[in-house]
């Protein structure tokens, strides 16, 4: 048992993430299964927090920040599961997605490199809209 446990110290990757859950937005968690190819996905339990403690601390500070970019939620074409992906490969906006390394993104699938492109466009089409100018005051007239 001790083997296991240093194992899991030092192997696993465990993943904390937000997701639609019967309509509300609820914390999960994602644990590897050691020697083996499963992953368990799952709503964060009260071990899951005792257990991976540093992991849920790293995930909830990293909550508060907002990210410097589009959201990928704004990107036509990208489900909720695609977008769970992304984040948890630490690509959390359009313009991240767009930069990102394609052997990375191969790696997941070939539909990333599509969603990929899709960024592209997106910030292309954005680039190219004319920026809201602010109407001018209008003054009033002294009768």
Known sequence: MPLLLAREKNEMKVAFYKREFNGQMRDFVRIPIVDTVDVLETPVRPIDIKRFNKEWLAYKGSEKKKPNGTELTSLPGITENKRIE???KNIETIEELAKAKKPDLLAMGDVYIELQRIAE????????KPKAVPKPKETEKAE
């Open 121 to 128: 466009l997106h910030m292309a089409a954005e680039s190219k």
């Open 86 to 88: 992304l984040e948890l």
